[in-house]
């Protein structure tokens, strides 16, 4: 396989987490919303659990991003699986540092 190849397989993957967040989050934010229209007694919870994904993405983006690494690599194709790694990593350490940040805004008492 090609240098290049190799490269644009790992852009691929990283995509591919790129597009997995997006129908995750906005499949959830639909459901929520959906949920909120029918005036769902518990939408507390609901909430909830969209904060927990919105704001946790890095944790909980594993819930889809493990089962889509073995079958890639089960298929053979290890270049795009180390890209959808990468993207998972970058994720959880964006997210590591938004929380942060957060964080120093509420100094220790």
Do not use: C, D
Not at 9 to 17: D, E, S, T
Not at 51 to 71: D, E, H, N, R, S
Request: proline share 4%; charged share 5%.
């Amino acid at each position: 396989m090609s240098r290049r190849s190799k490269f644009s397989n790992l852009i691929a993957g990283i995509i591919l987490v790129i597009g997995m967040h997006l129908v995750a989050t906005s499949s959830l934010f639909g459901f929520v919303l959906l949920l909120s229209m029918i005036n769902y007694t518990q939408i507390n919870i609901i909430e909830q659990i969209f904060i927990i994904y919105f704001f946790g993405i890095g944790i909980t983006q594993l819930i889809y991003i493990i089962p889509v690494a073995f079958k890639l690599n089960r298929q053979g194709r290890a270049p795009v699986m180390h890209g959808v790694l990468i993207g998972a990593v970058l994720t959880a350490l964006i997210n590591g540092g938004y929380w942060l940040f957060v964080l120093s805004l509420y100094p220790p008492r």
